[in-house]
């Protein structure tokens, strides 16, 4: 069984990990006919803040490595820029606005870094919290998410194949993939069929949400299965007490 996830105007992403699939199919909770008539009471609301307070339980945490990665870059070009000019006995002036440069770059890490170190996946009493855009974080209702499973996309571009390591006549340009971390949500939870996100940290459309392993923290087979069992159990939590209110 495979499932697709359209993912940007360029096409879909498979997400291959058949045995998980299966699995979830079986495995999934059904949820409380109360769960349907609040769809639309949470279907609109964001969780109170833009972030996972770290109050709640958190499932999947964010990674600060690649904004650490490029941001530093961004603050120590016009730095050395600016050592450089003044040892070359350049201006006050030019070595004034390249150090400001720097200065700026840096101000402007602290709150991305924080963005990225965010949770992207938490509970909070009989909801799920998903944290997929730097301006919100969205709150489902439990008994509409049907299971979690670990999938994968491929990383496709002029970097990671080039004409010495692949003949033209070798057939498809080969392609590396990166982990991800899928959230199916009911069919009848037709409030989440679609979410705004930021594109680098997952998509969410056609009722799956799907978490870039690469902005997150380590997304191996044990964390998914993990993440998974932690839902199952939250599920049986909140249909022992009575569903969703």
Request: hydrophobic content about 45%; aromatic content about 4%; some cysteine.
């Amino acid at each position: 069984m495979r499932i697709a996830a359209m993912h940007g105007p360029a096409g879909s992403r498979r997400l291959d990990e058949p045995a998980a699939a299966e699995r979830c199919g079986t495995s999934c909770m059904s949820g409380s006919s109360r769960v349907v008539e609040s769809a639309t009471a949470y279907g609109t609301r964001a969780s109170g803040g833009s972030t996972i307070a770290t109050t709640d339980d958190v499932w999947l945490r964010g990674n600060v490595r690649p904004v650490l990665t490029c941001g530093s870059i961004a603050v120590a070009l016009p730095a050395l820029a600016a050592a450089v000019a003044a040892g070359f006995g350049a201006r006050a002036a030019v070595v004034a606005s390249l150090a400001a440069v720097a200065a700026l770059a840096a101000a402007a890490l602290i709150p991305l870094v924080r963005a990225a170190a965010a949770p992207r996946l938490g509970r909070r009493g009989d909801s799920l919290l998903l944290h997929l855009a730097p301006w919100r974080t969205e709150v489902v209702p439990l008994g509409l998410v049907e299971c979690v499973f670990p999938g994968s996309q491929p990383l496709v571009g002029a970097a990671l194949a080039t004409d010495s390591d692949h003949a033209a006549d070798a057939g498809p340009t080969p392609t590396r993939r990166v982990g991800t971390l899928v959230i199916r949500f009911a069919e009848r939870a037709t409030a989440w069929r679609e979410r705004p996100t930021f594109g680098p940290w997952g998509t969410w459309r056609d009722g799956h949400a799907i978490v870039d392993g690469r902005w997150c923290a380590p997304l191996t087979s044990d964390e998914a299965r993990a993440i998974s069992q932690r839902l199952l159990e939250a599920k049986r939590e909140a249909s022992t007490a009575g569903g969703p209110r």
